[in-house]
């Protein structure tokens, strides 16, 4: 099976100047309403056999600047079954897509927390994955409440893949492709396609993130769709600090498609599936997949802690705490 897959470079219209809940989720339908008419043109232009589509990073809100974990939760982060996901999954059965985005999201199990979360709607309509982010700086993580997450959702949530008639599906996101350790666990556990929602620099360098995303895809042999914003409106950030490098990688690492600045569907191309998966049943040295040891590595993993788990079940989520976290992590590591 082959079709096209679309990286759509979106502006995201930020809510940190916005005070109440309902001038938040105002913006957000504004958004989704917007982002519907350029999906519908984008599709009409690239040909129905259009069937994904990745959008960036926190696409709906921008991420939290000056406020604090509860703040934000109240008045940005998603309910899971809010209007905000009814919104986006009747824009999708009406598009007739795959679309997987990123946004900040409340948990029932932790009521005063919030996690970034990855999500794919399928056709009908229907949620049929969440990924929450394992790497982030300041904001809440499955691994800082480790032992509850997994009493609540089990290991396996951790790294979820859907099978879907368009392949095997992921997602990673924002700085979580750094991570090496990440895109292996889901291509093990059968990812054909990560898709990868970023808000990250623009530039003409080669930067840390555009760098992974080539070598995720040779490691694991797998297609990486990788969505940036097309700048982030009424930010006190600068304008086009997140802009460009919405991307298309084949499993051997070849970029496929790229999006210069602004708002884009240049970053479509092609999904093989047939192709990729002759690729990864064909004995090669090129086929890394099959060649791992996971035995070499496995004793140097557990020997060795770094960043503990389970940090804000003893003390707030908050922006210094993150940072006294990790000076304690360097002190440990290079004392």
Known sequence: MSYKALALQATCQTVNSYQTRDEVEAVMLQSIERLEKQ???????????????????????????????EQWREK????????????????????????????YEQDPFFPELYFQTSFIIGPSGDILLRYRRL????????????????????????????????????CIASEDILYPEVARCLAVRGAEVLLHSTS???????????????????????????ANSAGLANSP?????????????????????????????VANADIDLAALREFRQ?????????????????????????????????QPAERQNFVRTQQEVIKKLYS
């Open 135 to 170: 790497n982030s700086m300041y904001a809440p993580t499955p691994h800082d409440v480790w032992e509850l997450y997994l009493d609540a959702y089990g290991y396996d949530s951790l790294f979820p893949v859907v099978k879907t008639n368009i392949g095997n599906l992921a």
């Open 76 to 103: 940005a982060a998603l309910e899971i079954d809010g209007r905000i996901y009814e919104a986006l999954s009747a824009m999708v059965q009406r598009q007739q897509i795959y679309f997987s985005g990123n946004a």
């Open 237 to 265: 950030i600068p304008f086009g600090s997140t802009d460009a490098g919405s991307r298309i990688i084949d499993p051997k690492g070849l970029i496929l498609a790229e999006a210069g600045y602004g708002e884009s569907m």
């Open 200 to 226: 990250e620099p623009g530039s003409p360098l080669q930067t840390q993130r555009k760098v992974a995303k080539v070598a995720r895809a040779i490691e694991n042999m797998a297609y990486v769709v990788s």
């Open 282 to 314: 064909r004995p090669a040295a090129a086929n890394l997949l099959a060649r791992q040891r996971f035995e070499l590595y496995i004793q140097s993993y557990s020997e060795h802690k770094i960043y503990p788990p389970g940090t804000l079940l003893s």
């Open 39 to 69: 999906l519908v043109a984008s599709i009409n232009f690239i040909g129905r056999d259009t069937l994904l589509v990745v959008v960036p990073e926190y696409f709906l809100t921008g991420s939290p600047l000056h406020e604090t974990t």
